[in-house]
């Protein structure tokens, strides 16, 4: 996957756990806690749908690098770049 | 044990009413719809499929499940919780507290459940077969949904109440035990309002159908309509259903402070149990039961005017019901027996209230609806009093004894009486 679509995967789980929330207008460099409506359970549920859907598996100490678009795709892209989008 | 004393000699402030009703049914999403549905003899059973099981039929509501959640709410919590906050909410609307201002520190939440989990255990299992079976795919939003307080944990998160909350597991006597605990706790004096009542999701889990099934005991009929058919001769088991009933109740002595329009107040409860079998009922427990009621209401059985009876549709349970009733009512003469069930299926855990409620307009109008599908009555049902497809209208109906009854021998029964 290209960290375009890697981008795009994220924002259709981010659909999906947060259905209220308006996508549109997100800024990638900014903390997804601060714009979208998350908690703790939350985060685990993007790590959850990247391991169903992707079989990727994020150890909880990496965790912090999933606090914003930028920094997600930045870590997710060595580990999906083998993966083809579906 | 309660005081001995008749509800009207008790001092006000230990005299429990009824303030406010929300509901949910197969056949109604409020309290006068469901009640005009049932007038109107109109059933809630529909085609259903379900994983696994596939094609049967069920008691499936309709509510509107964003009109007091978010569709992150939906996704985050269960069935039996959403139900059980559009239940919560429409009762404190009904009831006309001055909700903004009321203190949620002394609101209580007691919700009685038949079951609760096996639907998002279900589902778990399900979705981790697609990962052959790998656990690190099991969610973890399993166990705050499964918890045994979620459906009334789930209420109070949404109406942020932060008194007491937790279910009443009863089976299927759930829905009276939810209303009994509520009146106990006011009397203890420990909220100033309960929200009180029952919940069920159990149309989601297939494995409700499975095992009645292999109990012959799940209902089938060409005509959903027809299916739930308590009484008759050709009923041929349970018709599942989903829904939740929750009540305000109060204090007598706080719901005259503020003016309150009363349905109805308890005047009588008992819960006791068979100790006899895991499913079939005991007759003699059961008229144990409403006798302990009507003794504890200071009533003689010939002053209840509705009875609504607990019947789902079995063969055996229906006829034992029947028999602990003809022990009680069976020189009543104006005595009226009524099933809901024929309407709706069984309600499981919200059973109980809801076939409180579609009988409590009765109050208002004096009219009794009757047990629909009795085509051929079975003579082992046939007791007096029973009110059979067409509605009576009642002279005057002053008193409403609710049966429900649960598997592992437990049985609950309510009385209440209008408010003059």
């Not at chain 1, 995967?9 to 601060?34: G, K, T, V, Y």
């Not at chain 1, 979208?36 to 992707?54: A, G, T």
Request: glycine letters at 8%; a negative charge; hydrophobic letters at 35%.
């Amino acid at each position: 996957m290209t960290p375009a679509e890697i981008r795009d995967e994220i924002i259709d789980i981010l659909e999906d756990i947060s259905p209220d929330d308006e996508m549109d207008n997100l800024d990638d460099d900014q903390a997804f806690r601060d714009q979208l409506e998350l908690d703790s359970m939350d985060f685990l549920d993007i790590v959850m749908e990247l391991r169903k859907r992707h079989r990727v598996q994020i150890p909880e100490e990496d965790y912090g690098n999933l606090a914003s678009m930028t920094s997600t795709v930045t870590y997710l892209e060595p580990k999906m770049k083998d993966i083809v989008k579906a | 044990m309660i005081a001995p004393n008749l509800a009207s000699d008790l001092p006000d402030n230990q005299r429990i009413v009824i303030t406010g009703v929300g509901l949910t049914a197969p056949n109604g999403n409020d309290w006068a719809s469901y009640r005009e549905a049932l007038l109107e003899g109109r059933s809630g059973v529909r085609p259903y499929e379900i994983r696994y099981f596939g094609e049967t039929l069920a008691g499936v509501c309709d509510f509107d499940n964003k009109r007091y959640q978010t569709k992150k709410d939906l996704r985050r919590g269960t069935r039996a919780g959403s139900v059980g906050c559009y239940a919560a909410n429409e009762a404190v609307k009904h009831s006309g507290l001055d909700w903004d201002n009321f203190d949620k520190s002394r609101v209580g939440i007691y919700v009685g459940v038949t079951e609760h989990g096996n639907v998002e255990t279900e589902n778990e299992i399900f979705v981790i077969k697609g990962f052959d079976y790998d656990t690190s795919c099991w969610s973890h939003h399993h166990n705050p949904r499964t918890v045994a307080n979620n459906p009334a944990g789930e209420i109070a998160l949404n109406m942020n109440i932060t008194g007491p909350h937790y279910t009443i597991g009863a089976a299927c006597a759930a829905g009276n035990a939810g209303l009994i605990q509520g009146a106990q706790m006011l009397r203890l004096n420990e909220c100033d309002l309960a929200i009180a009542g029952g919940t069920s999701e159990s149309i989601h889990t297939f494995g409700i159908f499975a095992s009645f099934n292999s109990q012959n005991a799940l209902a089938t009929n060409e005509d959903p309509s027809k299916a739930s058919r308590p009484f008759d001769m050709d009923r041929n088991g349970i018709v599942v259903a989903e829904g939740g009933c929750l009540y305000t109740l109060e204090r007598l002595s706080d719901a005259k402070a503020r003016d309150a329009k009363i349905y109805g107040e308890l005047v009588g409860y008992a819960m006791n149990t068979d100790a006899t079998d895991f499913v079939l009922p005991n007759p003699e427990r059961q008229a144990q039961c409403v006798e302990m009621a009507l003794k504890r209401a200071g009533l003689n059985a010939d002053q209840i005017d509705i009875v609504s009876t607990h019947a789902t549709g079995t063969s055996s349970g229906d006829s034992q019901e029947c028999k602990a009733l003809r022990s009680v009512f069976g020189e009543c003469s104006s005595t009226r027996i009524n099933n809901t069930k024929s309407y709706i299926g069984h309600a499981m855990g919200a059973a109980g209230a809801l076939e409180l409620a579609g009988n409590l307009a009765s109050f208002d109008d004096h009219v009794v609806h009757p047990t629909i599908n009795v085509d051929s009555l079975d003579p082992e049902c046939a007791l007096p009093g029973l009110v059979l497809n067409e509605s009576q209208q009642a002279k005057r109906v002053d008193y409403i004894l609710n049966n429900s009854f649960g598997m592992l021998g437990i049985n609950s029964v309510v009385i209440i009486g209008r408010m003059n």
